[in-house]
């Protein structure tokens, strides 16, 4: 199967804590999957679309337990590589009150070892649309030139490129991210900035001049 939709990027294991208080979240975790382009991804299946994703997984049950829910959920995942010398990212949710508190171990997941050389060209060029977010450009450098190697290719091949800039600060500097994520929106065609987080990167306030700044980068969505 060629799918119409590609998404590429870092999905993470879920460990989600229902109970409130540290020592409630050591006794008890309810396992999940999770993963900003992963989501995107079950998403466009899930509504009819003939999806298919792009990582690195480690070569774990972790990695296996994504295996087979993107299976269930008709994504094609034939292109995916394990890397057997690093692990599928995870990330802790632990309560307090209403607030939600979020640990990650992600540093050197094999997501994060993506390169260009990874890449299948011809089955990103023969898809309709490429999915990509900016969280995979913030866990490392060599993932940030992964993602833009492949608009590349979808440009090149006149393919339609999707983007959500989903600014983490915690995962890299304003500077970089505001850099790397407003030349990213230039390329894509659709963006989708929270109000959130296009107040950080552009510095402006009223979301008819956000709109203003970002229509003028060029994407024809936003």
């Not at 490129?161 to 991210?177: E, G, I, Q, T």
Request: glycine share 8%; proline share 6%.
């Amino acid at each position: 199967m060629q799918p119409e939709i590609i998404a590429i990027g870092e999905p993470m294991l879920e460990l989600n804590a229902p109970k409130e208080g540290a020592l409630a979240a050591a006794e008890h975790f309810v396992a999940g999957w999770g993963g900003d382009t992963s989501n995107f991804a079950i998403a466009a299946s899930r509504a009819g679309g003939k999806v298919g994703y792009l990582t690195r997984l480690g070569d774990d049950e972790f990695g296996e337990s994504f295996l087979r829910l993107w299976a269930s959920e008709g994504i094609d995942t034939r292109l995916i590589v394990k890397d057997p010398d690093a692990y599928t990212a995870i990330y802790f949710i632990s309560r307090d009150g209403k607030q939600h508190h979020f640990t990650y171990l992600r540093r050197d997941s094999a997501a994060s070892r993506m390169t260009p050389a990874f890449l299948p060209r011809d089955y990103i060029a023969g898809a309709r649309l490429l999915h990509a977010s900016g969280i995979s450009q913030g866990i490392s450098v060599s993932a940030c030139d992964t993602i833009f190697a492949a608009l590349e290719i979808a440009k090149s091949a006149e393919r339609l490129v999707s983007y959500d800039p989903n600014f983490r600060p915690k995962l890299w500097p304003l500077a970089r991210a505001r850099a790397v994520i407003h030349e990213t929106c230039r390329q894509a065609d659709l963006i989708f900035p929270s109000l959130e987080e296009a107040r950080l990167l552009t510095g402006l306030q009223a979301p008819p001049a956000i709109a203003d700044f970002y229509l003028s980068l060029g994407p024809k969505v936003r």
